[in-house]
């Protein structure tokens, strides 16, 4: 069967590991050339870069950090002189942290925005002339939600992701009249690798509290970037769509 997204370019940030791995996997199997983006580890890039190809599928390593509108013009000119366009953008890159707000220093709330919400505007910038030049396409952002239910020792990771839900919205709007559509998919607890910086997961989120009584799998969560990207999700836009197994209902 064609493969719904043979022809399309997709960009996604963090894509070395967890979700956003799932995602580049999932985008390329259906058809689509992947740009992998992460903001250090190289080998882990060249290895999901590897293994898209060992699958018969395109793909490009591309180490930029977000949160620099140098480096990400950079990588996005260079995803698209690669693979000749951009269709579907996906900001997933953040960074996780577990402060309590007395013992928070303002560099490290400025650290947690620039990735979460100021890297989204970066890429926002850089990405969209090139989906516009397509005559459309799809920006999807990654929230969380623990924006949505507060959490303790999080001020800064809610504050960036709500501010992106806030982003997304108004892109959406302004967008639409380019055919591009924007969204925000916010996961509940999900079956991750957590780096050290993250701490223990929050309280709150392990299986006793979720109605589904487990966590997501990441596959879960890229298979509703993949709708949304689809030829299927096309009329969808300006929404936070929530999978988080009833933890938090809208």
Known sequence: MEKPLRGKVALVTGAGRNIGRAIAHMLAEDGAAVIVNGRADTAALDQVAGEIAARGGRALA??????????????????????????????????????????????EWREILSVALDGAFILAKAAVPHLIARGGGAFVALSGVSTHLGMPNRCHVSASKAGLEGLIRSLAVELAPHRITCNCISPGSVDTARGASAGARPPGLGDAGI????????????????????????????????????????
């Open 211 to 250: 109605p589904l009584g487990r966590k997501a799998t990441v596959e879960e969560i890229a298979a509703l970037v993949r709708h949304l990207a689809g030829p299927y999700g096309g009329y969808i836009t300006g929404q936070t769509l929530h999978v988080n197994g009833g933890a938090f209902l809208t």
């Open 62 to 107: 591309a180490r930029a950090d977000v949160s620099k509108p140098d480096e990400v013009a950079r990588m996005v000119a260079d995803g698209v002189g690669h693979f000749g366009g951009l269709d579907i953008v996906v900001s997933n890159a953040g960074l996780r942290r577990q402060t309590a707000f007395l013992d928070m220093a303002l560099d």
